[in-house]
């Protein structure tokens, strides 16, 4: 079964620091990768997905996120952070051979001080 | 708003309570999911239907019956739970895989507390 492990539990950064989340999964497969966001008190929300094609993804709000196959990693980044990007952010990998069956990873609370 | 409707937002129940958790979706898709979002721990896929039917039951214990009767709605029927029971429930909808995009959507939960 896939697992998806995200290390950084508790992020914390002051506005305009540079963020990167590392995400690594299990399957070694062909899948297809999400980043999710969930602020205080709303539903999760996606950032940006993975399909195929160029390995650097552009999301929404100036994230990015990069494929790297050999490594089983997508990591998210963002250059400057925002006091609005104060989030959890959970790492998604599904196998597309396999039914579409999100499995998550534990999540990164992300606090950003103003 | 992301197409999938939960309700009630919040419920409180004993344990020896019957209630019933609603999904619903308008975004035409063909499968949907319930997770289990705990503190501290990764969200938790329980059950999965596509096209109305069940393809994935993890190892969820039995007071917990899903409930598929359309492809627009999904259920969740409780029943004699347990304090650790208490969570965010989250519905979510997709397409099936093999008809492009297979994002899925979420919905904002129903926060649980078992009694």
């Known amino acids: 079964a896939q697992s998806v492990s995200q290390h950084n539990h508790h992020v914390i950064l002051s506005e305009a620091a540079s963020l990167e989340l590392g995400c690594n999964y299990s399957?070694?497969?062909?899948?297809?990768l999400f980043w999710y966001v969930q602020y205080p008190g709303q539903h999760l929300q996606l950032l940006l997905k993975?399909?195929?094609?160029?390995?650097l993804v552009k999301g929404i709000k100036g994230f990015e996120a990069e494929f790297i196959k050999s490594k089983f990693s997508f990591n998210l980044r963002k250059p400057s952070v925002q006091w609005s990007d104060t989030a959890e952010y959970f790492c998604?990998?599904?196998?597309?051979?396999?039914?579409?069956?999100?499995?998550f990873g534990g999540g990164t609370r992300l606090m950003v001080k103003p | 708003e992301t197409g999938v409707t939960q309700t009630p937002r919040h419920l409180v129940m004993g344990m020896t309570n019957k209630k019933s958790l609603k999904c619903e979706q308008h975004l035409g898709h063909n499968a949907m999911y319930w997770y289990k979002q705990s503190a501290k721990k990764p969200l938790e896929l329980m059950f999965v239907?596509?096209?109305?039917?069940?393809?994935e039951n993890n190892s969820v214990p039995s007071r917990f019956s899903p409930e598929c009767p359309n492809s627009s709605h999904l259920f969740l029927h409780l029943h004699t739970l347990q304090p650790e029971d208490s969570a965010l429930y989250l519905c979510a909808s997709s397409q099936e895989p093999g008809r492009g995009n297979t994002e899925a959507f979420f919905g904002q939960g129903t926060r649980l507390t078992v009694v």
């Open positions: 993975y399909f195929s094609g160029d390995p």
């Open positions: 239907y596509s096209l109305e039917e069940r393809v």
């Open positions: 998604a990998v599904n196998d597309p051979n396999a039914g579409n069956m999100l499995t």
């Open positions: 399957y070694g497969g062909t899948v297809n």
